[in-house]
C-alpha cells in the first residue's frame, strides 16, 4: 500500500474539516455563548495538523482498491479525532472517550449519544455536533470528490469503498461529475425540509439541526425529548416525509428531479421499502390502539408511523417510549433496525435490497432442489444479477451476523443484562442510536463502560462502511505486497 499518498488524501481532508468548524460561529456568536474559542481553536488545531501532513507527503499515484479502503477507514477515525476537539475544548464534554464516542456516532450518523441533559450545551456546539451528521450522511469522502476535483484521479475506488449498497449506483462517466450530482440533490432537499421547518414554527437554528439529522438519518436534536418536544402534527408529518426521502436511493430523486416521475415505483427496492413500512405501521398501530395508548386513531398513527420509519431509516428520533409498548411491537421494530434502509440512501442497516436478494436467493435454492437442472435466475428490477454481487451480498450477511453475535457476547461480559447488549450492539452496528434496555429511546450511553464505548464506537464505523471496508484492514493479505 501506498502509505504516502493516503496521507497525503488525510492531510487535505483534515483541512476540510477544519473549515467546517468555522460553520458554527455565527450561532454562536449570535446567541452570546462563549464556545466560540473553543471552535476557532479546534479548527486552528485541526488545520494545523492537516496542512502540515499534506506538505510532508505528495499525491504520487493512482488510488487502487487498497489505498481506497485505507483513505475511507482512516478518514473516519481522524476526522472523529479531531471533531471531538470543540467539545472537549469548551467543555461540554470532559472525557476523551465520550468525546470520541459522541463525534464518531455524529460522522457515522448513528446518533447515539452520552449526554443527559443536551439543552445546556452552547449553540455553537449543538450546531457542530449537529453538523458533523450531515457532512457524514452523504459521506465525507463523496463531498471531497464533489468539491476537489484532483481526488477524481483514482476516486472510483473511494466512493466504492464508502457509499453503501452492493453496488455503487455511479449517475455519470465520472466519479467527480456523480458526487457532485448526489450532494446537489442533498443540499437541495435539505434546503427544501429547513424552509418546511421554519414555516412549522422552528426557528433557523433549529429547523437546521434537525435537518441535518434527518437528512443523515441520524437522530441528533437539540431538545432533550427529541421531536417529541414538538407538538406539532405539521412538523411530525414533515419529518417523516424527509426521513423517508432520506432512506431512499437518492439516485431516485436525482432522475425525479431530471424529469422521470416514475423512477420511485419502476425500482423495486423503493417499493418494498414503502410496503415495510406500511405493514410494520399497521401492526404496530394496531396494537398500540387497542392495547397500550387511548382510542385516538388520528395521534396513534402518527406516533406509530413517526417510530417506524425512524428506526427503519435508522434516523432514531423520537416522539414516543416504544420500551413502553408491547414485546411484540418491540421485537417488529428490532426487525426493522436489521432491514434498515434503501442502497444508495444516508441510512443504515443491512439495506432492502440485500435482503430482498437473500429471499430470492432462498427461494432459488428450494427451487433447484426440486428441479435440480431448473436454471434460477435472481433478478432486480427485470435484469439478471451478476453471480459476484449475489455473492458479496449473501458474505455480507453472514459476516455482519457474526459480528453482531461476537458484540452482543463481548458487551454481555461487561455486565450489561441481554436486552441492553442485543439493543446497544443493534443501534450502533446499523446507525440506529436508541436501542432497546438501558440504552432505550429515553436513555442514553454514558453508563457503558469505556471499554464498551470503544467497542461500540467500532461498530458504528463497520456499520457506517458497511463492514466489508473495515474487516478488509484487518487480513493479513491486505498488508501483503
Request: charged residues 10%.
Given at each position: 500500500m501506498?502509505f504516502?499518498?493516503?496521507?497525503?488524501?488525510?492531510?487535505?481532508?483534515l483541512?476540510?474539516?477544519?473549515?467546517?468548524?468555522?460553520?458554527p460561529?455565527?450561532?454562536?456568536?449570535?446567541?452570546?455563548?462563549?464556545?466560540?474559542?473553543?471552535l476557532?481553536?479546534?479548527?486552528?488545531?485541526?488545520?494545523?495538523?492537516?496542512?502540515?501532513?499534506?506538505?510532508?507527503t505528495?499525491?504520487?499515484?493512482?488510488?487502487?482498491?487498497?489505498?481506497?479502503?485505507a483513505?475511507?477507514?482512516?478518514?473516519?477515525i481522524?476526522?472523529?479525532?479531531?471533531?471531538g476537539?470543540?467539545f472537549?475544548?469548551?467543555?461540554?464534554?470532559?472525557?476523551?472517550?465520550?468525546?470520541?464516542f459522541e463525534?464518531?456516532?455524529?460522522?457515522?450518523?448513528?446518533?447515539?449519544?452520552?449526554l443527559?441533559?443536551?439543552?445546556?450545551?452552547?449553540?455553537?456546539?449543538?450546531?457542530?455536533?449537529?453538523?458533523?451528521h450531515?457532512?457524514?450522511?452523504?459521506?465525507?469522502?463523496?463531498?471531497?470528490?464533489?468539491?476537489?476535483?484532483?481526488?477524481g484521479?483514482?476516486?472510483?475506488?473511494?466512493?466504492?469503498?464508502?457509499?453503501?449498497?452492493?453496488?455503487?449506483?455511479?449517475?455519470?462517466?465520472?466519479?467527480?461529475?456523480?458526487?457532485?450530482?448526489?450532494?446537489?440533490?442533498?443540499?437541495?432537499?435539505?434546503?427544501?425540509?429547513?424552509?418546511?421547518?421554519?414555516?412549522g414554527?422552528?426557528?433557523?437554528?433549529?429547523?437546521?439541526?434537525?435537518?441535518?439529522?434527518?437528512?443523515a438519518?441520524?437522530?441528533y436534536?437539540?431538545?432533550?425529548?427529541?421531536?417529541?418536544?414538538?407538538n406539532s402534527?405539521y412538523i411530525h408529518y414533515?419529518?417523516?416525509f424527509?426521513?423517508?426521502?432520506?432512506?431512499s436511493?437518492f439516485?431516485?430523486?436525482?432522475?425525479?428531479?431530471?424529469?422521470?416521475f416514475?423512477?420511485?415505483?419502476?425500482?423495486?427496492?423503493?417499493?418494498?421499502?414503502?410496503?415495510?413500512?406500511?405493514?410494520?405501521?399497521?401492526?404496530?398501530?394496531?396494537?398500540?390502539?387497542?392495547?397500550?395508548?387511548?382510542?385516538?386513531?388520528?395521534?396513534?398513527?402518527?406516533?406509530?408511523?413517526?417510530?417506524?420509519?425512524?428506526?427503519?431509516t435508522?434516523?432514531?428520533?423520537?416522539t414516543?417510549?416504544?420500551?413502553?409498548?408491547?414485546?411484540?411491537?418491540?421485537?417488529v421494530?428490532?426487525?426493522?433496525?436489521?432491514?434498515?434502509?434503501?442502497?444508495?440512501s444516508?441510512?443504515?442497516?443491512?439495506?432492502?435490497?440485500?435482503?430482498?436478494?437473500?429471499?430470492?436467493?432462498?427461494?432459488?435454492?428450494?427451487?433447484?432442489?426440486?428441479?435440480p437442472?431448473?436454471v434460477?435466475?435472481?433478478?432486480?428490477?427485470?435484469?439478471?444479477?451478476?453471480?459476484e454481487v449475489?455473492?458479496?451480498?449473501?458474505?455480507?450477511?453472514?459476516?455482519?451476523?457474526?459480528v453482531?453475535?461476537l458484540?452482543?457476547?463481548?458487551m454481555?461480559?461487561?455486565?450489561?443484562?441481554?436486552?441492553?447488549?442485543?439493543?446497544?450492539?443493534?443501534a450502533?452496528?446499523w446507525?440506529?442510536?436508541?436501542g432497546?434496555?438501558?440504552?432505550?429511546?429515553?436513555?442514553n450511553?454514558?453508563?457503558?463502560?469505556?471499554?464498551?464505548?470503544?467497542?461500540?464506537?467500532?461498530?458504528?464505523?463497520?456499520?457506517?462502511?458497511?463492514?466489508?471496508?473495515?474487516i478488509?484492514?484487518l487480513?493479513?493479505?491486505?498488508?501483503?505486497?
Amino acid at each position: 500500500m501506498h502509505f504516502i499518498s493516503v496521507a497525503h488524501l488525510l492531510g487535505l481532508l483534515l483541512m476540510f474539516l477544519a473549515a467546517a468548524m468555522l460553520l458554527p460561529l455565527p450561532f454562536s456568536l449570535y446567541y452570546g455563548a462563549e464556545d466560540y474559542w473553543a471552535l476557532i481553536t479546534s479548527a486552528g488545531i485541526t488545520f494545523f495538523f492537516g496542512f502540515l501532513i499534506h506538505r510532508l507527503t505528495a499525491f504520487k499515484r493512482d488510488l487502487r482498491a487498497r489505498e481506497g479502503f485505507a483513505v475511507v477507514t482512516f478518514g473516519w477515525i481522524i476526522f472523529s479525532l479531531f471533531g471531538g476537539l470543540p467539545f472537549l475544548l469548551s467543555g461540554s464534554i470532559s472525557s476523551f472517550t465520550d468525546a470520541y464516542f459522541e463525534t464518531m456516532s455524529g460522522f457515522t450518523t448513528t446518533g447515539a449519544t452520552i449526554l443527559t441533559n443536551i439543552e445546556q450545551l452552547p449553540h455553537g456546539i449543538l450546531f457542530w455536533r449537529s453538523l458533523t451528521h450531515w457532512i457524514g450522511g452523504m459521506g465525507i469522502i463523496v463531498l471531497s470528490l464533489a468539491i476537489l476535483p484532483f481526488l477524481g484521479v483514482g476516486g472510483m475506488q473511494l466512493f466504492k469503498a464508502e457509499v453503501p449498497g452492493p453496488v455503487a449506483d455511479k449517475l455519470t462517466p465520472r466519479v467527480t461529475e456523480t458526487a457532485k450530482i448526489l450532494w446537489s440533490v442533498y443540499v437541495l432537499i435539505s434546503a427544501a425540509e429547513a424552509i418546511l421547518l421554519m414555516m412549522g414554527g422552528m426557528s433557523l437554528f433549529e429547523a437546521l439541526t434537525h435537518t441535518f439529522g434527518t437528512m443523515a438519518t441520524g437522530g441528533y436534536s437539540t431538545r432533550n425529548a427529541s421531536i417529541g418536544a414538538y407538538n406539532s402534527a405539521y412538523i411530525h408529518y414533515v419529518i417523516i416525509f424527509f426521513m423517508v426521502v432520506a432512506g431512499s436511493n437518492f439516485s431516485l430523486h436525482y432522475r425525479f428531479l431530471r424529469g422521470d416521475f416514475w423512477a420511485y415505483f419502476r425500482n423495486k427496492e423503493f417499493r418494498y421499502f414503502l410496503a415495510i413500512i406500511g405493514i410494520a405501521t399497521l401492526i404496530i398501530g394496531l396494537d398500540t390502539f387497542f392495547n397500550q395508548y387511548s382510542r385516538n386513531f388520528a395521534k396513534t398513527l402518527q406516533m406509530t408511523l413517526f417510530q417506524v420509519v425512524s428506526i427503519v431509516t435508522t434516523t432514531g428520533y423520537g416522539t414516543a417510549d416504544f420500551e413502553q409498548w408491547s414485546f411484540s411491537s418491540q421485537f417488529v421494530l428490532l426487525v426493522l433496525m436489521f432491514i434498515g434502509g434503501c442502497a444508495g440512501s444516508t441510512g443504515g442497516g443491512m439495506k432492502v435490497v440485500r435482503i430482498y436478494l437473500l429471499i430470492k436467493f432462498m427461494f432459488g435454492e428450494i427451487t433447484r432442489l426440486i428441479h435440480p437442472h431448473a436454471v434460477v435466475p435472481v433478478r432486480l428490477n427485470n435484469a439478471p444479477v451478476p453471480k459476484e454481487v449475489a455473492t458479496n451480498v449473501l458474505g455480507f450477511f453472514v459476516l455482519s451476523i457474526l459480528v453482531y453475535i461476537l458484540a452482543v457476547f463481548t458487551m454481555a461480559t461487561m455486565g450489561l443484562d441481554m436486552a441492553t447488549s442485543f439493543g446497544a450492539v443493534a443501534a450502533t452496528l446499523w446507525n440506529i442510536g436508541p436501542g432497546l434496555g438501558d440504552v432505550g429511546p429515553t436513555d442514553n450511553y454514558a453508563h457503558i463502560p469505556i471499554i464498551g464505548k470503544w467497542l461500540l464506537s467500532l461498530l458504528m464505523l463497520m456499520g457506517r462502511l458497511e463492514v466489508y471496508t473495515v474487516i478488509v484492514l484487518l487480513s493479513p493479505a491486505y498488508w501483503r505486497k
